[in-house]
């Protein structure tokens, strides 16, 4: 742990913030707004997750444009059976989470996790049919709010806003272990929405 580490997270936290905000009533707005303040960071920020050599051809995070159709707010079932399991990190370890809930969408199910481990949080990873192609193979997050990715929500529901879907760290950079999409998290459809693939604009060969 560093301050500038901590720097990083409280930037993080404050464009989900300010999306939790605005979203509502200005949802394209809120959205650029907040790829713009990711870009900022990931381009300037010590913490950033890009080598030095992708830092340097940077010129913006790739993402589909916005879908009004994947945005959701939805309430969590919590009527499972509470799961404990490893998840899978990109390294080969594991890291603990409890299978608390199940969210029904439209796209399809998905198992929403609690981390077990420094302080908890909610946890929503996904791997769709873009995944190997143009997303990344081992999936991207909607939720990871110990990080500060908090989309929001009222009285058992969460908003899912597939706009917001992000690569974890260590799709960038071999230095970060991140968990990855277990099988209950594994959607048959494509969602081409959030965040992409693309090496052009990012200066990085992709796994």
Known sequence: MSLTLLDWR?????????????????????????????DLIFAEHPDSPLTPAARAAFDGLAAWPYRSDLRFEVPVDTDVEQT??????????????????????PVGDLDVYWLESYGGGVFLPFRDATCGTSSYGGGRYLLDTVKGADLGGDDGRLVLDFNYAYHPSCFYNDAWACPLAPPGNRLTMAIEAGEKRSPLRCGVTWR
């Open 10 to 38: 409280r930037r993080v936290a404050a464009l989900y913030a300010d999306t939790r905000t605005s979203s509502r009533r200005d949802p394209e707005g809120a959205l650029a707004r907040f790829r713009a303040g990711r």
């Open 84 to 105: 404990p399991l490893l998840v899978e990190r990109s390294d080969g370890d594991a890291v603990p989470f409890t299978r608390f809930g199940t969210v029904r969408l």
